[in-house]
């Protein structure tokens, strides 16, 4: 699920940051992929779909005109393909399109509680779990070293997908039953590093910027 979906968010990028097409259909078939690996790709396809969009808005380029429309629709027919016949297969053997007890939405009174206690625990698993935790607090160190790498689009765009993953996770547990299995560890942890490749590639794109300042 993490190959494919970073993958997905990856070929995005390069399909922008060198102006070729092509990238865009690979990363379609990644998230045809990465739903047909999990459930959870299905929504990780709207998040790379996202990507697209914001990834046009930042390279100066309108995704939606005639001339660059084709390659937004690469990314969203592949995985569109997979999910109808997936979908397709559920309804003829009359099997539930969701999970039973996980997929419901449940609109809480007592939803602030669950925001602010959801970020917690992810913040907490981020960095106190045995989940290469060490990442997030040498990537916040970085960040501070080589704060211009702030202007680059490439890496204004990977803060901006693990943004998104972030605040999927978060509504998945303050909007669904999830909430209740919040404590689990193996559920949190499994979800934080469905993007954590994620992590990684920004640290590297943050150094790189630092070391070629010096070597100036």
Same mark, same amino acid.
């Given at each position: 699920?993490?190959? *494919?979906?970073?993958?997905?968010?990856?070929?995005?990028?390069?399909? *922008?940051?060198?102006?070729?097409? $092509?990238?865009?259909?690979?990363? =379609?078939? #990644? #998230? =045809?992929?990465?739903?047909?690996?999990?459930?959870?790709?299905?929504? /990780? $396809? @709207?998040?790379?779909?996202?990507? #697209?969009?914001? =990834? $046009?808005?930042? /390279?100066?380029?309108?995704?939606?005109?005639?001339?660059? $429309?084709?390659?937004?629709?690469?990314?969203?027919?592949?995985?569109?393909?997979?999910?109808?016949? /997936?979908?397709?297969?559920?309804?003829?053997?009359?099997?539930?399109?969701?999970?039973?007890?996980?997929?419901?939405?449940?609109?809480?009174?007592?939803?602030? *509680?669950?925001?602010?206690?959801?970020?917690?625990?992810? +913040?907490?698993?981020? %960095?106190?779990?045995?989940?290469?935790?060490?990442?997030?607090?040498?990537? %916040?160190?970085? #960040?501070?070293?080589? /704060?211009?790498?702030?202007? +680059?689009?490439?890496?204004?765009?990977?803060?901006?997908?693990?943004?998104?993953?972030?605040?999927?996770?978060?509504?998945?547990? @303050?909007?669904?039953?999830?909430?209740?299995?919040?404590?689990?560890?193996?559920?949190?942890?499994?979800?934080?590093?469905?993007?954590?490749?994620?992590?990684?590639?920004?640290?590297?794109?943050? +150094?790189?910027?630092?070391?070629?300042?010096?070597?100036?």
């Amino acid at each position: 699920m993490a190959f *494919y979906t970073c993958a997905a968010v990856w070929f995005v990028l390069l399909g *922008y940051h060198h102006k070729e097409s $092509s990238f865009f259909l690979v990363a =379609g078939l #990644c #998230c =045809g992929m990465a739903f047909f690996v999990k459930f959870e790709g299905a929504v /990780y $396809s @709207v998040i790379v779909a996202g990507m #697209c969009v914001a =990834g $046009s808005r930042l /390279y100066k380029i309108n995704i939606f005109s005639k001339e660059h $429309s084709r390659d937004f629709f690469k990314v969203v027919l592949p995985v569109a393909v997979v999910v109808s016949g /997936y979908l397709l297969f559920k309804y003829v053997n009359g099997i539930g399109f969701g999970e039973t007890g996980k997929t419901t939405l449940e609109f809480s009174a007592n939803v602030l *509680y669950r925001f602010f206690f959801t970020a917690k625990q992810i +913040l907490l698993n981020m %960095v106190k779990t045995g989940n290469w935790g060490w990442n997030w607090l040498l990537f %916040v160190w970085i #960040c501070f070293t080589g /704060y211009r790498v702030f202007q +680059l689009k490439h890496f204004q765009y990977i803060l901006i997908s693990i943004g998104a993953f972030i605040g999927f996770d978060i509504a998945l547990f @303050v909007l669904t039953p999830n909430f209740h299995w919040i404590f689990s560890q193996a559920l949190l942890s499994r979800l934080l590093l469905h993007y954590f490749p994620l992590l990684p590639f920004a640290s590297a794109i943050v +150094l790189e910027k630092v070391f070629s300042e010096k070597i100036k």
